[in-house]
């Protein structure tokens, strides 16, 4: 079984590119498999990713990003290329929630 990556909240806004390496790594890790061979435009259930996988997968992206995410995230942008870009315009759009400065 795959070892859990401690996920650390950002603090910096992260890029689309950020976040596509992000779930690179955590979706590789999950299926224990190398990061390298994750294609971005294959769908999460090529990988072999259950619905248990994938709701924990949004939990850790709701803890990393430090913002609400939903659990059916992976349903609705089933690819990494697609999850980073939505949540990347998410994430600049206002969706996290407001630090005082």
């Given at each position: 079984?795959?070892?859990?990556?401690?996920?650390?909240?950002?603090?910096?806004?992260?890029?689309?590119?950020?976040?596509?390496?992000?779930l690179?790594?955590?979706?590789?890790?999950?299926?224990?498999?190398?990061?390298?061979?994750?294609?971005?435009?294959?769908?999460?259930d090529?990988?072999g990713?259950?619905?248990?996988?994938?709701?924990?997968?949004?939990?850790?992206?709701?803890t990393?990003?430090s913002?609400e995410?939903?659990?059916?995230?992976?349903?609705?942008?089933?690819?990494?290329e697609?999850?980073?870009?939505?949540?990347?315009?998410?994430?600049?759009?206002?969706?996290?929630?407001?630090q005082?400065?």
């Open positions: 079984m795959a070892k859990k990556i401690k996920v650390i909240p950002v603090t910096e806004p992260p890029t689309e590119e950020t976040i596509r390496t992000w690179v790594a955590n979706i590789a890790n999950v299926v224990n498999m190398d990061p390298g061979k994750i294609d971005i435009q294959q769908t999460f090529n990988y990713l259950d619905s248990l996988q994938a709701v924990s997968l949004s939990g850790d992206l709701e990393w990003l913002m995410i939903s659990p059916t995230v992976v349903w609705d942008y089933p690819t990494v697609l999850l980073a870009e939505h949540l990347s315009k998410t994430y600049v759009n206002g969706a996290k929630p407001a005082s400065q």
